[in-house]
Nanobody, 124 residues
Framework: QVQLVESGGGLVQAGGSLRLSCAAS????????MGWFRQVPGKEREFVGA????????YYADSVKGRFTISRDNAKNTVYLQMNSLKPEDSAVYYC?????????????????WGQGTQVSVSA
C-alpha cells in the first residue's frame, strides 16, 4: 500500500530554517504530483505548496512564497520542503500528500494519500 513518511520537523527559533523530507513507497512516485499541507488544532488543513510530477512546476501559498521551496528527487522517491525565515505562525503539523495522479490541487480533499505528519514549532 501507499506510504508517505515525513521527517525533519522540530523546534527552531524565528528566522531559522528547517528541511522536511517525505519518503514515498507503494506508488510510482515519478507519476504523481506531491503536495505539502499544514494544520494547527481547530483549523482546517492548509495548503502550503505542491510540485508537479517532473519537478518542473511548483506552486505555493501566498503566506510562504519566497520563504519555502519544494523540490523532489524521483530517484529517491522523496519530496522536500525547505523552510527558511521561519515565523511563529508557521508552527503546525506538516503533512505531505499525493493526489490521485498528476493533477495538482490546493485543497486537502483533492489528495488521496497522506503521511502521518511532523511537528514544526517556531519560537519567537
Amino acid at each position: 500500500q501507499v506510504q508517505l513518511v515525513e521527517s525533519g520537523g522540530g523546534l527552531v527559533q524565528a528566522g531559522g530554517s528547517l528541511r522536511l523530507s517525505c519518503a514515498a513507497s507503494g506508488l510510482t512516485f515519478s507519476s504523481y504530483a506531491m503536495g505539502w499541507f499544514r494544520q494547527v488544532p481547530g483549523k482546517e488543513r492548509e495548503f502550503v505548496g505542491a510540485i508537479s510530477w517532473s519537478g518542473g512546476s511548483t506552486y505555493y501559498a501566498d503566506s510562504v512564497k519566497g520563504r519555502f521551496t519544494i523540490s523532489r528527487d524521483n530517484a529517491k522517491n522523496t519530496v522536500y520542503l525547505q523552510m527558511n525565515s521561519l515565523k511563529p505562525e508557521d508552527s503546525a503539523v506538516y503533512y505531505c500528500a499525493a493526489p490521485p495522479g498528476r493533477t495538482i490541487g490546493t485543497m486537502w480533499y483533492e489528495y488521496a494519500y497522506w503521511g502521518q505528519g511532523t511537528q514544526v514549532s517556531v519560537s519567537a
